[in-house]
């Protein structure tokens, strides 16, 4: 991998912000705070997205830049051939290749997941090869033996094996509980061969015992078919006997019935011949009724005159009651107008007296409000002035003589007891009044007696008005009332004179005794006409009761003919009772047998059904078994795989860590002795993965912090290439954040001059620093600075100025503000 440019826009501190990269050594240097790491955050955030920056999403956007404003960081690198170019923002990502206008990946996911399979690493990968920052040199001080060893696994990417490993265990373990699943769910086999056998045998019973049945129904059924003829017949002259009995039946009752109906003609006959005689002397007690009617119709008028007069007399009686009560309410309404104008003056000189009561209670109430307030507003400011003292003097008594004066700030040494003295006076002076205010608030914190007897001199008015406003009204509405009294007198006139009227009109002469009498008598001659209207209706049905009879004599004599005729016919049949009962039972027995012999068949058969199904079931366990033996042969050879591909990996691992500490020293001594102008020439790890010096082959007891840092970071550098190694990765990019803290400045120039040699093996190489001195031996410089103006981390490129001498702050200024013509952050 090998970086092209890299652009910046509203990221972090850099509002606008251009890199171009080369081949060889560059240096990225600034102060401490100008935002360089950054340039290595934007690289590690354009391929991995949001988990490689620090903080949150939002602490990316620079703080300067405008709501709608785009965060966009766009890097471009060459990888194997090819030329990629990334636009990363907030909510989107893009990748082109080479020079493809339409991009390969357009999403935030599917950008980071196309730059990891390119690079083939992942996000800690690609930080443990191309980076290295200053906090991760020592990292393996801090660990203890056991923490190294895995961390050196893990960054050389031996972890794999042990997930893999892990991978193979867990398959393991699923094997193993398939295995016990099955073990468990398995049936026993020699149950299942014993239920197959049983099936078979209880098959062959099952199939003997319905092929026996099926005779024994046949023969049965034979039996019965003899037996139907002759209960066919029985059956036949059985309901012709049950048909002639019924006849018979029906013939005795119709006869019975006729005669009855006949006894009854005849007594009506003589019944009608008795009305002949009746008739006569009804007819003439009759003719009467007509006239005792009318003179009954008469009474009755008479009576319904004599109840309308006296519902007449008693109205006018109450009539003339309530005339009586109007005459005498109109009079008392007489004087209600005087009464109105008396009572309306009244009521305007009571209600003058109120506004006067009120205007007097308003006044008094106000000016204690304002007395009660002021006395109280007055209290609490000197409260406050007396607090505000007591802690003036409470600092003066505790700073004594050294105590500030409050008007000059000097030491008021001599002017202290004065000063304190002119405190306590004040002090008391607000004391007094103030106890004095807090009289006067007291005193007027309850209701004056003045304002309690105004208040009660307003309620007496208040009353006198309201009765006087309820008498006026009481005298209008009984002004209003005079009026109706009026119009209900008349009223009641014109009622009495009608009510007269009708009492003249009506008849008289009612006799309550005659008309009782005539009511008596219509009763009785009703009773008479309706005795003659029954006798002349049975003399009018007298020739329809003659021909009744006829007939009905007539239809009794054909009934007992027909019964003679059934009694024949009933007598002339040869089946009784016995012998139809032998022939049924002969039949209901075998056709029980034959019943019998059904069900035995059916059973039978159903009972082959349910061995020829036990017998499949068997054969289907059976079946499942053998599936299952099968699956858990195959299981256990997988587990056996598995068991074998553990100890494979264990083995693998070990073979692997007992390599890599000679390979790793190895890789480190060389550099070591690029760094140490060959006064160090050799590295080794102990059993604990600790790393020593060795000089002129003894490991040296002590080294330097110095020595101590450049041994972290050969190693550090040897961690990278055999990580970039065994990635299959062509370690061409090496990007050093700050590593030179602890160097003195001829290890820094070594470190300068080692990567500068390692030029076959680091093709591109990116020093982080805010050490001014390594710039010397670099081949660009790109310096970096905050601009207090702007408010944004600028980038310049000083590297013209490498060929002479060391800008000076003034000239790196001017180089700041005339920038290359790609731009500036």
């Avoid at 070594?750 to 076959?760: A, G, K, M």
Wanted: charged residues 30%; glycine residues 6%.
């Amino acid at each position: 991998m090998r970086l092209i440019s890299l652009r910046l826009q509203n990221f972090r501190q850099h509002a606008d912000t251009r890199l171009d990269f080369d081949r060889g050594l560059t240096g990225i240097v600034g102060p401490n705070g100008s935002c360089k790491s950054t340039v290595l955050e934007a690289i590690a955030w354009a391929l991995y997205g949001n988990p490689a920056a620090r903080g949150t999403r939002d602490g990316i956007r620079f703080s300067r830049a405008g709501p709608r404003a785009p965060v966009k960081v766009e890097l471009v690198f060459e990888l194997a051939g090819h030329r990629y170019r990334v636009l990363r923002g907030l909510s989107n990502a893009e990748v082109y290749l080479d020079a493809g206008e339409a991009p390969i990946a357009n999403t935030i996911t599917g950008a980071t997941e196309l730059l990891q399979r390119r690079l083939g690493m992942t996000r800690a990968e690609f930080f443990h090869t191309y980076f290295t920052g200053q906090k991760e040199l020592d990292v393996m001080a801090a660990l203890g033996a056991a923490e190294r060893a895995r961390f050196l696994s893990r960054v050389l990417g031996y972890d794999r094996i042990t997930g893999a490993q892990e991978f193979a265990r867990e398959r393991r373990r699923a094997v193993l509980a398939e295995i016990n699943g099955l073990k468990q769910g398995m049936a026993d086999p020699d149950a299942i061969w014993r239920a197959v056998a049983d099936a078979e045998a209880r098959l062959a019973v099952a199939r003997t015992r319905s092929a026996e049945a099926d005779a024994a129904q046949r023969d049965a059924a034979a039996r019965l078919q003899g037996l139907v003829p002759r209960w066919q017949d029985a059956q036949s002259q059985r309901e012709r006997r049950l048909q002639l009995a019924s006849e018979l039946r029906v013939a005795e009752s119709e006869a019975v019935s006729l005669s009855r109906e006949l006894e009854r003609l005849d007594r009506e006959l003589d019944a009608v011949a008795r009305a002949h005689d009746e008739l006569v002397p009804l007819r003439a007690e009759a003719n009467r009724l007509a006239g005792v009617r009318e003179a009954l119709s008469a009474q009755e008028a008479l009576a319904a005159a004599g109840a309308r007069r006296q519902a007449l007399l008693e109205r006018v009686a109450a009539y003339a009651e309530e005339e009586a009560k109007l005459i005498d309410r109109a009079a008392r309404l007489e004087s209600a107008p005087a009464l109105e104008v008396e009572t309306t003056a009244q009521l305007l000189a009571l209600r003058a007296v109120l506004a006067q009561a009120e205007q007097a209670l308003d006044t008094e109430r106000t000016a204690w409000a304002r007395d009660r307030q002021e006395a109280e507003t007055r209290l609490e400011a000197l409260r406050t002035q007396y607090a505000e003292l007591s802690q003036q003097r409470e600092r003066l008594e505790g700073l004594g003589e050294e105590s500030p004066c409050p008007t000059c700030g000097q030491p008021l040494g001599a002017n202290f007891a004065s000063v304190l003295e002119q405190l306590n006076e004040q002090l008391e002076t607000v004391r007094v009044d103030g106890q004095y205010f807090r009289q006067r608030a007291e005193q007027l914190s309850a209701v004056p007696a003045s304002i309690d007897g105004l208040e009660e001199g307003r309620r007496g008015q208040q009353q006198e008005v309201a009765v006087a406003e309820r008498r006026l009204a009481r005298i209008q509405a009984a002004m209003g009332e005079a009026a109706m009294v009026a119009e209900q007198r008349a009223q009641l006139t014109r009622r009495l004179e009608e009510a007269t009227a009708q009492l003249a009109a009506l008849p008289s002469g009612y006799d309550a005794h005659r008309h009782e009498q005539l009511r008596a008598d219509v009763q009785r001659l009703q009773e008479i006409d309706t005795r003659m209207a029954r006798v002349s209706g049975l003399l009018e049905r007298e020739l329809v009761m003659r021909t009744e009879r006829a007939r009905v004599l007539a239809a009794r004599d054909a009934a007992r003919e027909r019964l003679m005729t059934v009694e024949t016919q009933l007598a002339a049949l040869g089946m009784d009772d016995a012998t139809y009962g032998t022939v049924r039972a002969a039949y209901e027995a075998a056709a029980t047998e034959a019943q019998r012999a059904e069900l035995e068949a059916v059973a039978a058969s159903g009972e082959a059904e349910r061995a020829r199904t036990a017998l499949e079931t068997a054969e289907q366990a059976r079946r499942e078994l053998a599936r299952l033996q099968t699956s858990l042969e195959a299981l256990e050879t997988e587990k056996r795989v598995h068991d074998e591909l553990d100890r494979a990996f264990t083995d693998l691992r070990s073979d692997l860590n007992h390599q890599l500490r000679p390979e790793l020293a190895d890789i480190a001594s060389r550099f070591l002795d690029d760094l140490t102008d060959g006064r160090y020439t050799q590295l080794e790890f102990d059993e604990e993965y600790r790393l020593l010096v060795l000089e002129d082959g003894v490991p040296k007891p002590v080294i330097s912090g110095g020595e101590e840092d450049l041994c972290n970071l050969v190693l550090r550098l040897a961690i990278s290439q055999m990580i970039a190694e065994r990635a299959g990765q062509s370690f061409s990019l090496l990007i050093l954040d700050e590593v030179f803290g602890s160097l003195d400045e001829t290890r820094r120039s070594n470190v300068v001059e080692l990567l500068r040699r390692l030029h076959d093996r680091f093709e591109q190489v990116i020093v982080i620093t805010h050490i001014e001195q390594v710039r010397e031996g670099l081949d660009r410089l790109l310096l970096v600075r905050f601009d207090e103006t702007r408010g944004c981390s600028v980038v310049t490129d000083a590297t013209t100025a490498l060929a002479g001498a060391s800008l000076s702050p003034e000239a790196e200024v001017a180089a700041g503000a005339a920038p290359a013509p790609w731009g500036e952050g």
